[in-house]
């Protein structure tokens, strides 16, 4: 059973994390994690700069020390970076200090302030003390892009049919991903039903340091 949205007793074990901008207006928050990756990431930036749109990229730190041209690239067109951990551990099956070290581990290469968990997995130790350091940020929409058994229809699907005002959308701009196929289609609709996209608030000064 897949879940398009994390349950209730998310939002209530992590009452200080992002899961849904309350707001009135229509809007919405798109993310990507797991890149940058040269053949997505590009491709994801072309297709946001075409509409003018900034969204907020949590790298994976191994990737964005092998890639930071790309990592310089997020930042100059305007998008945030976020840290997404550099070994992307689990954080239901990761003991707290290798999981948290493993996180600052990744500060060098994404954010040493903008943090969201691998699989939005992470125990209430590990969240009391990374939210000391960093504004945590999970979501409100998961199409499950990245798994290829669901398929792009389906994924794109998810997308027209659960946005909300305030969704922050969790895609991935990584090879198996399908964000690439339908992420052009996705904003077209969107706007066209009356949304505008923004950057997540309280995070639009926290640029990569």
Known sequence: MRLFRPGFLAGWLFPEALFRIRTA?????????????PASTPVVLHILKTHSIKALFFCDGRAA??????????VTEGHLSGNHGYYHYDGWRTDYIKYVNDVIKAELFTSPTIFRPPFGHMSLKQYRILKKKFKIVVWD???????????????????????????????????????????DEFITFAVASGYRFELVPLLRDKLRE
């Open 141 to 183: 929409l998961m199409p499950y892009d990245f798994d290829l058994t669901f398929g792009s229809e389906r994924s794109l699907s998810v997308l027209k049919n659960k946005i909300r005002r305030g969704s922050i959308i969790v895609l991935h701009d990584s090879p198996s991903s399908v964000t690439n196929l339908i992420l």
């Open 25 to 37: 207006h229509k809007i919405l928050y798109l993310t990507f994690d797991d890149g940058p990756d």
């Open 65 to 74: 020390e092998k890639y930071p041209y790309l990592m310089d690239q997020i």
